[in-house]
């Protein structure tokens, strides 16, 4: 995504950390990924991430941050909306 000119250094930091949330595999994703993989070879290390990506705690901050990032893109989609009716209006 090419940033505007008019955007300052938080908010390009902002959409770079939505792109990024975007991008990645949400930790639901991860522990199903990682359990059929321990099914395959118990190995250690994938079940201490299994177990890390099962924790409540972690899979409360991954549901909230995807939320928060997906809650802001349709509040930014909605005012460019806004913005281009009242373009139109006038």
Not at 43 to 63: A, G, T, W
């Amino acid at each position: 995504m090419a940033y505007g000119t008019g955007m300052d250094e938080a908010q390009v930091s902002a959409e770079r950390w939505r792109e990024q949330v975007r991008a990645q595999d949400s930790i639901e994703q991860d522990r199903k990924a990682l359990a059929r993989l321990i099914e395959y070879d118990h190995d250690p290390f994938e079940i201490d991430l299994y177990e890390l990506s099962s924790d409540p705690q972690m899979r409360l901050v991954d549901k909230a941050k995807r939320s928060y990032a997906g809650q802001y893109d349709r509040r930014l989609r909605r005012m460019r909306e806004r913005a281009n009716r009242t373009e139109v209006d006038q």
